[in-house]
């Protein structure tokens, strides 16, 4: 496959990782990078172990306190005393980062949202600034609530109609492991369940996930995106108290559900996602397996497991699959198949 | 999805379960089958029960005794009494029923090469026989020697000229698995081994299914292709009572090597393949595993699982894939990408 220049919107724990892992692929170049304190463009390739050490320490960036509809608008926002990309030689201040980014759009064949805590519809919201800037390439998400899935679907003719291949979802769970059970089905005539369980440890990693910490305290039946998001990191670490460092999710709103019904694999409700994390051990309080039941031609039930190793970090199987998918991308979008495509319809390349 | 139209050539064991299967699917519609006798094409969709029914206890037709050289040129041809498609009220005798699929290719979507048995070359000369009848869409089949896979990439350019998108070893191994194992490599930045064993048990399933169980034998260190399809049924059943009914394969030469560094997920010599066939129990001797090993980008050795539940049949597993990944080459060929396609680089439809 020919050379894949992408773009890297936030530089959180799932940008900067993301830039990270690209070095270790050999088609993938990262050419631009942004945050709300500004973007660094290289068509030649970003220096990426600049702008690692740029950022390190980013606190929570992936979080905009004062709201995702000025970041929508504007650049992209964090809070906290970070220094972000700007701190990098590469990079420039900029009052609108993602607008720089569109208006290099031509030069860059996919755009990765690593954006997880806004609002539901920041992502949909800057897919259109992207359409209407005139971008046509990929646009990738890491996205996980499945609420989000549908307001995508419907932007799919504007996608078209701007030659936008959209892949949404295409991180660890929804992404690898709803790709895990869409293939897993494939021993069954009528799927009647599907069981998907993760286990993260996340005690070096914290640090640098603190946005994804957030965004599952916001899956805990008390909160919600938008009271989490207002929650000050005094009280996010008084919530991890009371669980002993341990929280342990059930019946998730992850999306990995819509995107199985969207591909005719089975019925949203019957999509279980549940999970445990600890941010007190890196070692994983639970394997991540995936449980995919059905009924055969021949008229058996069973179940077909998928498992990641207990040594993989939540990193590597969001970011691996990320990039993976954001390959399969470029590949359909040159073909010319443009809308909105979700972890269930694409094999991520390699 | 729009309705696929598909044909399947051969009416073994994987011919007659994939039209059985294929009942299951809404967008799938049968419109032609053939063997050495004969030929049944119907655009309305063929009755599949009778067609069943008619082919029900066909002995070993999979194989052709006489040389597949021959088989290519004409008809289809099989050994044994049985009676074969023409036993159908659809279908009518041919001497070169293959010409025949040829002739009604534009109202093809997918040709399903349900023909396991045949020389190494005999699938890309099949091949060549379409694209030079004008053939333009699907061909998809469930071989398994890696050699061939290199003899279909030599056509490519023939392929990209006629419009013929090639989907090669698109059963369960190669094929479910291999997909799987490139799905399991999403966590890892290199991948160090993969390693496939499955499970067979095929006692009721065992009449209908001589030709894989030949196939199989083939891959013996004592056999090849051609000493297999020349042994007679007293000899494979000698080799089976020798084996006390259960024959252990190591180190087999699958194609799921050649499709994994296709895909650049690994080297072909990191991939292994072995497993164990009980003809004389249902039950699956060993649960059929795939586990693949590599490093992560922040330095971790781990390995993913993937497992098929104890309950599904070789044939579930096989017709299940193969007419998920014939939906997804449809859709390929439909969006204008032709050429050779393998597990690894497409999620199956489902």
Redesign the interface.
Known sequence: MDEITFAVLGTGGIGR?AL??SQ??DALTPVAACDRHGVAVDFDGLDVDELLAATEGNIDNEVATDGGTTAAEGGIKQHGEDRGVVASSQARPSEDSIQEIIDHGDRIDAVLLALPNYEHDFIPRTADRFAEGGYAGVMIDVLKRSRVIDMLDDRSDEFEESGITFICGAGATPG?LT??A??????????TDVDIHWGVGLKSGYEDNRGTVREDIAHLPEYDIETARDLSDAEIEAIIDDHDGVIEFEDMEHADDVLLER???CDAEDVTVGGILDVRNDEKPTTTTVRVTGR???G??????????????M???V???AL?YLKAGVR?NR???YGVFGP???????
Do not use: Y
């Not at 869409?182 to 799927?191: D, I, K, M």
């Not at 269930?344 to 390699?350: E, S, T, V, Y």
């Open positions: 990782r990270e892992v270790h692929k690898l790709g895990a869409a293939l897993a089905a494939q021993s069954f005539v009528e799927v591909a005719g694999v055969t031609f021949d058996e039930t069973a179940t077909n497991t998928f498992q990641l190793g207990d040594e993989t970090s990193e590597a199987n970011n691996g699959p993976g359909r073909a010319g198949e269930a319809d694409l094999m991520p390349g390699f």
